[in-house]
C-alpha cells in the first residue's frame, strides 16, 4: 500500500480557512487520494477524493498536485465541529482496494 | 436513511472469555468491514465480508473471525480474549463497487478486557 505523510497536528482560528497537507510520493497512476476526519468520539466519515483534477463538494475543496505527489485538504471557513483528526488515504479501484489503510493523520484544533 | 449501527456500544470481558460484536449496514449496502483501533496502532483493517464471503483480510489473528449474514448483516468474533484486543471496534459498510467507493462508519464498539 502506498504511504502517505502528514502532519501529526495543527492548528487554527475558527472562520478561517485550513490547508491540510499530505505527501504521496509514491502514488501510483490508478490510485485516488481519499480524505476522511474522524471526530471526537464518532466513527470516521467521509470527506472527500480525486484522482487527478481538484475535486469540490459541500464539506471541502481538495487540491492535487499537477506531479500527483501531494495533495491539500482546504475546508474554507472552518468551525468548531472541523475539530477532528484527519486521515489522508491511498485507495486503488478493484475488489481488492477495498480497505482503507490510515496512518496517524493530522489533529486539527480549531481555536475560537 | 438511517447509518451503519453497532451493538453493544460499550462492552467488558475479562482475559480468556470470547465476544461477539455486530454490525447493521445501511441499507442496501453489501459490503462490510471491521477495523480495530487502539492509540498505540491507530486504525487497522481486520477484514471485509461481502455477499457473505470474505473478501480480504488483514494482518490479524486467528483468534479474529468474522461472517456476514444473507440481509448484508455481519458478526466479528474474538475468541480467548487477551489484554491487548482492548479496542475501538468499527464497522464500515458500502455499496462496493469496482471503482473506490465511499465507506460509512458505524460509531463502534468499546471493548475492555481486564
Known amino acids: 500500500d502506498a504511504k502517505t505523510t502528514q502532519p501529526n497536528s495543527m492548528e487554527s482560528n475558527e472562520e478561517e480557512p485550513v490547508h491540510l497537507p499530505c505527501n504521496h510520493s509514491?502514488?501510483?497512476?490508478?490510485?485516488?487520494i481519499h480524505w476522511y476526519r474522524q471526530l471526537p468520539s464518532q466513527g470516521p466519515e467521509y470527506v472527500i477524493h480525486?484522482?487527478?483534477s481538484n475535486v469540490n463538494n459541500r464539506m471541502a475543496s481538495l487540491a492535487i498536485a499537477e506531479d500527483r505527489k501531494s495533495s491539500t485538504l482546504i475546508l474554507h471557513r472552518a468551525t468548531l465541529r472541523d475539530a477532528a483528526v484527519y486521515y489522508c488515504?491511498?485507495?486503488?479501484?478493484?475488489?481488492?482496494?477495498?480497505?482503507?489503510?490510515f496512518g496517524q493523520g493530522t489533529r486539527l484544533t480549531i481555536n475560537p | 436513511k438511517a447509518g451503519v449501527t453497532q451493538t453493544p456500544r460499550y462492552l467488558i470481558k475479562t482475559r480468556g472469555q470470547q465476544v461477539t460484536l455486530s454490525c447493521s449496514p445501511i441499507?442496501?449496502?453489501?459490503?462490510v468491514s471491521w477495523y480495530q483501533q487502539t492509540p498505540g496502532q491507530g486504525l487497522q483493517f481486520l477484514f471485509e465480508?461481502?455477499?457473505?464471503?470474505?473478501?480480504n483480510k488483514g494482518n490479524f489473528p486467528g483468534r479474529f473471525s468474522g461472517r456476514q449474514f444473507s440481509n448484508s448483516r455481519s458478526e466479528m468474533n474474538v475468541s480467548t480474549l487477551e489484554l491487548g484486543d482492548s479496542a475501538l471496534y468499527l464497522c464500515?459498510?458500502?455499496?462496493?463497487?469496482?471503482?473506490?467507493?465511499?465507506?460509512?462508519f458505524g460509531p463502534g464498539t468499546r471493548l475492555t478486557v481486564l
Open positions: 441499507s442496501g449496502h453489501r459490503s
Open positions: 464500515a459498510s458500502s455499496f462496493r463497487t469496482e471503482i473506490t467507493d465511499t465507506q460509512y
Open positions: 465480508y461481502f455477499s457473505e464471503t470474505q473478501r
Open positions: 480525486g484522482l487527478t
Open positions: 509514491t502514488i501510483s497512476g490508478t490510485d485516488y
Open positions: 488515504i491511498l485507495r486503488d479501484k478493484g475488489w481488492g482496494a477495498q480497505k482503507l489503510v
